[in-house]
């Protein structure tokens, strides 16, 4: 089939999936848009179809996870399930995007240690350079390692030699892409102490490698291996002090590229300052909120931004196009043009598109880590009912007063439940020494399991949900005629985030990027 058909034939089959899921959430809205917590208080197991409770009711927490959460054949079931369970577990499954990548080693279900580079050192990869583990969690170890390796490749792919960091932190995917890969860089952060941070650490690394060049014999050849450039040579990345607005055009952003930052970085990272008219790849990991789609804007407008790839998180601080009270809106004076979700004009299209503040909050959660906790039948999951059963005593007390925050420790599940409600409430300015029902309360901690069990439906289309929020986001760049993939990249078992949406515009096949390292696309 030649390539322009076979793109075309995918383009509408992630149209009819978007349909689908859209169809799914719409159903099961009553159950999906609700809040654990309130299980108790607003009688939430009726909302779950009655055929599903006693099937339900009957799983241990490991059954929880192996029938339910996880894919594959439904076995060691011990009675017959309705029809209408099987068929939500298996539209959640068909309808989410696989998050396992190809390659990177995951670890299988119920092991531990993380990514296969963390196996002999759980903090350090084996596959960095120990230059870029200082100052840096294993977590984003994976993770500039991996989208590091795909950037360095679009960068080629494209002809450019400049990456724009946006949203960059401390600064570290940008170090590495820098001083790793001999890229120049400019990573524009809304933070000032993570800019200056950035800027330290930048010094401290270069500070590092001078002192190890001195110390080694110009003719050693390891100490050109190091990490590929000599110190003197290395683009230092320039940290912007900025923030992307959604509703900025690309000429603002362009403006924004060219500004000096702050008197503080005056006279750092010039080899890595974007000079005007120089083409450029966009990347972003972890962009929160709206700062994913305000770049993916910035890349589908801006000529001078050949690629980009974008890994998003913290769904729920995007805004909507809803009018829901308690949503976050569009920024003012803005609309649909600049909304987080939905971006496409084909999602824009469907009825019943839309996705209240509980479920995108929903695709933020980790199914793989919850699932593990589940198969291990860890005692901190008590705490949902825990928290359900407290909810119940603050309506006695206080009934104006719905689902507040209660701040818990780690070791919540060891306290009796008692302990755990006197000190909750005293944090809440209520009376801790009011009595409730000792006879109610156990009645309600019995129910533990049925609790577990309805937070588990609910989970188990967390990765349906995200998979419609990145396939928005696919589908409007497609709109707009670029082509783009999205990869799960990094070990979800380790980061819970990792897709990445690349895309490129001169020309580029972006599946030609990709290679059993990097993933494959979905």
């Not at 119920?110 to 759980?122: I, L, M, S």
């Not at 950035?198 to 270069?206: E, I, Q």
């Not at 599940?413 to 009376?431: I, S």
């Not at 985030?497 to 990027?513: I, Q």
Request: hydrophobic letters at 35%; glycine letters at 10%; a positive charge.
């Amino acid at each position: 089939m030649p390539v322009g058909e076979a793109q075309q034939r995918l383009f509408e089959q992630q149209k009819q999936r978007a349909v689908d899921i859209v169809r799914l959430l719409s159903t099961y809205s009553h159950m999906l848009d609700t809040y654990v917590i309130e299980f108790f208080s607003e009688n939430l197991w009726e909302k779950v179809p009655r055929s599903w409770r006693a099937t339900l009711s009957n799983l241990t927490t490991p059954q929880m996870s192996t029938l339910l959460l996880e894919q594959g054949p439904c076995m060691g079931r011990e009675s017959v399930w309705p029809l209408s369970l099987l068929a939500y577990r298996a539209s959640a499954h068909a309808l989410a995007f696989s998050r396992q990548p190809r390659g990177g080693s995951p670890s299988p279900p119920g092991a531990g240690g993380g990514p296969e580079e963390f196996r002999a050192n759980g903090s350090q990869s084996s596959k960095l350079s120990h230059h870029f583990r200082k100052h840096v969690k294993p977590k984003k170890q994976h993770e500039i390692r991996r989208l590091g390796a795909m950037v360095k490749k679009l960068c080629e792919a494209t002809g450019c030699e400049h990456v724009v960091d946006v949203g960059s932190g401390q600064g570290h995917l940008s170090r590495y892409l820098a001083f790793g890969h001999g890229l120049h860089l400019t990573g524009v952060e809304a933070g000032e102490e993570l800019v200056a941070m950035a800027r330290r650490f930048d010094k401290d690394l270069l500070l590092s490698l001078k002192k190890e060049a001195a110390r080694k014999s110009k003719s050693d050849e390891r100490s050109r291996e190091t990490l590929g450039l000599e110190p003197a040579r290395i683009p230092l990345p320039h940290h912007l002090l900025g923030w992307v607005d959604p509703r900025a055009t690309w000429e603002d952003f362009l403006q924004l590229l060219e500004s000096e930052g702050s008197p503080e970085g005056e006279g750092e990272g010039e080899r890595g300052r974007w000079r005007a008219g120089r083409p450029f790849v966009l990347t972003g990991l972890h962009a929160c909120g709206d700062l994913g789609p305000a770049t993916l804007r910035q890349f589908a407008h801006c000529p001078s931004a050949l690629g980009i790839t974008a890994v998003s998180c913290c769904y729920m601080k995007t805004t909507t196009t809803s009018t829901t009270a308690g949503e976050p809106a569009s920024p003012p004076g803005g609309g649909a043009s600049e909304a987080g979700y939905p971006m496409s004009a084909w999602i824009q299209g469907l009825p019943g598109h839309g996705l209240p503040y509980k479920l995108r909050e929903l695709a933020c959660h980790a199914l793989e880590d919850y699932a593990a906790r589940l198969r291990e039948g860890s005692a901190g999951l008590q705490v949902h009912c825990y928290r359900a059963v407290l909810e119940t005593i603050i309506r006695q007390l206080k009934p104006s007063l719905r689902r507040p925050g209660v701040q818990t420790s780690k070791k919540t599940h060891l306290l009796p439940f008692g302990d755990y409600a006197r000190a909750a409430l005293q944090k809440l300015g209520l009376d801790p020494g009011d009595q409730w029902d000792a006879s109610q309360v156990q009645s309600l901690l019995a129910q533990e399991r049925t609790v577990v069990a309805y937070f588990c439906l609910n989970l188990l289309l967390a990765p349906v949900i995200e998979t419609l929020i990145l396939l928005d986001r696919v589908l409007y760049l497609k709109e707009q005629s670029y082509q783009c993939e999205l990869i799960p990249l990094f070990d979800p078992t380790f980061s819970p985030r990792n897709f990445v949406l690349v895309a490129a515009k001169v020309g580029v096949r972006v599946s030609d990027l990709l290679c059993p390292e990097e993933g494959r696309a979905v």
